[in-house]
């Protein structure tokens, strides 16, 4: 299953933007989802995951209820809804899935991976 990341953009301190993940196949119950970013100069952090079949959500600590997860079973996609955004949240996002728990924050226990989305927080 390839991962498709989209709708990234430049937005000014305090807008709100929303990220989709568009699978090429069908995503599985026992699967999860996840969004990950890197900003220039930094490591690969996590954001956000779900379980594919439960609908339940995993956050960074960072996030603090500015970023809603969510998902589309019949679409196979998934979203990241980001608001109140701050220039600290410019960075390169990724879709990544996984088989099984999505309570796992390190990139490398996540084995498919989309291409990033620029976002760009202008202050």
């Known amino acids: 299953v390839q991962l498709q990341a989209s709708g990234g953009g430049l937005v000014q301190t305090g807008g709100s933007l929303t990220l989709s993940c568009a699978a090429s196949?069908?995503?599985?119950?026992?699967?999860?989802m996840s969004w990950f970013r890197r900003a220039p100069g930094k490591e690969r952090e996590f954001v956000a995951s779900?379980?594919?079949?439960?609908?339940?959500?995993y956050y960074g600590d960072f996030v603090n209820g500015r970023f809603t997860i969510s998902k589309d079973g019949p679409k196979n996609a998934v979203y990241l809804q980001m608001s109140n955004l701050k220039p600290e949240d410019t960075a390169v996002y990724y879709c990544?899935?996984?088989?099984?728990?999505?309570?796992?924050?390190?990139?490398?226990?996540?084995?498919?991976w989309g291409q990033g989305t620029q976002v760009t927080v202008s202050s």
């Open positions: 990544a899935g996984r088989s099984g728990s999505h309570y796992v924050t390190y990139e490398r226990d996540w084995n498919n």
């Open positions: 779900i379980r594919w079949g439960s609908g339940s959500t």
């Open positions: 196949g069908r995503i599985f119950t026992g699967n999860a």
